[in-house]
């Protein structure tokens, strides 16, 4: 089974981050949970205290298949300086590794140099990014090469669908979705 | 501002506790999360641990404005049968108070007596309910006078948003809605 990591910082969106955890969890596939900040537990956006499974730093691109970033502004402006993350972000770009973010997020794969040319991000956060080319609501999934993105917390239940097409294939993206009650995932 | 308690049990269904608890907190409402049993952190369903509030022993139906029980079977199973939780779901229904559940949770709505005819739950759940309504998938959210019920992690986020309508009305909802990008929400 592949293994993804999602990097977790002081105030990330919590339903972002755990339909991403949840949904994929359920297809098999291992998930890190991984805080990027000492502390195992981190506050989230909304106050939800989530308690990940081990530090980011140690973990190596050549370990995972995929890293996905969850948004909320409080924990993208963490990936987004953060050291760990950006170099992970790097080191997966470079070897064609899937990347993924959804909302606020791909802002932090911008400033590693890895955010793709078609995108999609919360609305507005597409003004922090320039020369790149914003779909906005007509996909609630855009992939460009290996690198996929979301908007908000109302998509994250199918972004978290789509990392698992992608890893697993179409057959489980539709089981999971009807187990899920997603109907309105595309 | 009214207050709101979620119950929160080993093996509750992460997306749908933390997204009724997220879509709560954004409009404002207080959100009281109360863990069960002795150990304020709780695993999920899919492995996910969230660090609780407080204890729910202790939180009385004059304290709060709506009870809501998050799905998942194995917090279902802890709902159905712990004696706090029970009580303060018949406390809840003597005072007319709102009692909200969603996937498998309606059936610890059941033991305590308090599910009103008319219902919705996670498909299968259904089976072990006597004697009532169900309305399957024709609604994303029922509501039968003061008690309100949903169906899984797919319709949590628009459980979330009729919380909110039911609170503070819907002007909340619609402003909520649009805010999370959850258009697919009725």
């Not at 170099?87 to 064609?96: I, T, Y």
């Not at 609305?123 to 908007?151: C, F, W």
Request: hydrophobic share 40%; proline share 4%.
């Amino acid at each position: 089974m592949p293994t993804i990591v999602v990097p977790i910082a002081t105030g990330f969106e919590e339903i972002e981050a755990v339909s991403i955890i949840d949904v994929v969890r359920r297809s098999g596939i291992e998930v890190i949970v991984a805080h990027v900040e000492a502390e195992a537990t981190v506050r989230g956006a909304n106050g939800i205290h989530i308690v990940c499974d081990r530090p980011l730093e140690g973990i190596s691109s050549n370990d995972i298949d995929m890293i996905v970033l969850p948004g909320g502004w409080g924990g993208t402006d963490v990936l987004a300086v953060n050291e760990t993350v950006q170099r992970l972000l790097k080191e997966m770009d470079a070897q064609k590794k899937y990347i993924s973010a959804i909302c606020a997020a791909p802002y932090a794969l911008n400033t590693a140099g890895v955010l793709r040319d078609n995108f999609t991000c919360y609305p507005s956060v597409e003004e922090k990014i320039s020369g790149k080319n914003y779909l906005g609501d007509t996909q609630q999934v855009v992939y460009d090469a290996h690198v996929m993105t979301s908007r908000g917390p109302g998509t994250a239940i199918c972004f978290g669908l789509h990392i698992v097409k992608r890893l697993l294939g179409d057959e489980s993206f539709h089981t999971l979705k009807e187990g899920i009650l997603a109907d309105y995932c595309e």
